[in-house]
C-alpha cells in the first residue's frame, strides 16, 4: 500500500504569505505529496493573529506560480464564503495557473465567529449550501466547451452560463470529509474523488471510513474509486526532549498529542502511521502548526516517511 503524506497548515493563526511560500517550498523540496491550507479569516483559541489573515485562493494563485511539482489545496474551503460560480472560475483559473496541480475540499463551515467578524453570513443551516455548491461547481466544470450550464435550486440560480473557464486536469478531485453517518458520506459519494476524516477520536477512523464505503455501495459507486484519507496535528522529534520542545512551542500538553495526533518519537510517529493504514487511510494529512520550524518537515521527510515503504 502507497502511503501519500501531505503538509497542511493553518495561516489564520498568525502567518504572512512569505511565511506560507516557505512551508510550501520546503514540501516540494522534500517530496511531499501536496500542500494545503486551512481556509479562516479569524485566528481561533489563544493568540492576535498577527499580521492577519491571507485569503486561500489569493495564496494558492500566488503558489502555485512559485512551485513546481507540488499538489495545492485548500482543507477546507467553506461554502459561505464564496459563490458557487465564482468559487468555479476561481479554482478552475488557479488551475491553470499551476498547470494542473490543484484540489479542492469544500465543506458547510462550522466557525460563526469569522463570519461576523467579516459581515459574512452564516445561515443556521448550510447542508443544503454545500449540497448545490457541489452541484453548481463540478457542473460548471463538466459541462462541454460550447454547451451552456443551468441551475436552479433553493440557494443558487444560474442561467444559461457560458462554464468558463476550464480547468486544465479533466476533473478536478474534490474532498468532502465530516463526521455525519449519512449525508455527509451520501455527497461524497455523488461528488467527491477523496473522503477525509479530519482529527477522528481514537479508534473510529476504521468504522468512519467503513461506513463511507457502505453507503457508496448503497449509491452504486465503487467503494474503491474514492480515496480515503485522515488529518492530524504532528509533532515529532528525533527523542524524547525534542519531540518536548516541539509540543510545547504549539502549546499542547506532549501525553494528549500522542493520543491524538502523529507524535513522539520518529519509531512512534511511523507506528501511529502504518496502524492508521490498516484502517484504510492510505493519505495523511499532518497538520503543522509551528510555520517556522522547517527542520520539523525535513525530519518527517527524512526519517518517519522511509519506515512507511
Not at 495564496?59 to 511539482?69: D, K, V
Not at 495557473?97 to 463551515?109: D, Q, T, Y
Not at 444559461?160 to 455527509?184: E, F, N, Y
Amino acid at each position: 500500500m502507497t502511503i501519500d503524506l501531505r503538509i497542511f497548515t493553518e495561516p489564520q493563526q498568525g502567518a504572512t504569505y512569505d511565511d506560507i511560500l516557505a512551508v510550501a517550498r520546503a514540501s516540494e523540496e522534500l517530496d511531499f505529496d501536496a500542500f494545503f491550507r486551512s481556509d479562516h479569516y479569524l485566528v481561533m483559541g489563544d493568540g492576535d493573529g498577527l499580521p492577519g489573515p491571507t485569503d486561500a485562493w489569493t495564496t494558492l494563485a500566488g503558489l502555485a506560480r512559485e512551485t513546481s511539482r507540488i499538489r495545492l489545496g485548500t482543507l477546507v474551503t467553506s461554502a459561505t464564503f464564496r459563490h458557487p460560480g465564482v468559487l468555479a472560475i476561481q479554482v478552475a483559473q488557479v488551475d491553470q495557473m499551476s498547470g494542473g496541480r490543484i484540489e479542492l475540499g469544500l465543506g458547510a463551515g462550522w466557525f460563526p465567529q469569522e463570519h461576523t467578524a467579516y459581515g459574512i453570513p452564516f445561515p443556521a443551516k448550510r447542508f443544503g449550501i454545500l449540497e448545490e455548491q457541489l452541484a453548481v461547481v463540478t457542473g460548471l466544470w463538466e459541462t462541454p466547451v460550447g454547451e451552456k450550464f443551468s441551475f436552479a435550486g433553493e440557494h443558487y440560480t444560474l442561467t444559461d452560463s457560458p462554464a468558463l473557464p476550464k480547468p486544465v486536469q479533466s476533473r478536478i478531485p474534490v474532498i468532502i470529509g465530516g463526521h455525519g453517518p449519512r449525508r455527509t458520506p451520501a455527497l461524497a459519494a455523488r461528488y467527491a474523488t477523496e473522503f477525509n476524516v479530519a482529527f477522528p477520536d481514537p479508534g473510529v477512523l476504521g468504522d468512519r471510513i467503513e461506513n463511507v464505503r457502505v453507503v457508496c455501495q448503497d449509491a452504486g459507486r465503487d467503494p474503491d474509486d474514492l480515496i480515503y484519507s485522515a488529518a492530524f496535528v504532528v509533532c515529532v522529534g528525533k527523542d524524547e526532549a525534542e519531540f518536548r520542545r516541539r509540543a510545547a512551542a504549539i502549546g499542547r500538553d506532549p501525553e494528549e498529542l500522542r493520543t491524538n495526533g502523529i507524535a513522539g518519537t520518529v519509531a512512534e510517529a511511523a507506528d501511529k502511521l502504518a496502524a492508521m493504514s490498516e484502517d484504510g487511510a492510505t493519505r495523511f494529512y499532518l497538520q503543522v502548526l509551528d510555520l517556522a520550524d522547517l527542520d520539523h518537515l525535513e525530519l518527517v521527510a527524512r526519517e518517519v516517511r522511509p519506515q512507511l515503504s
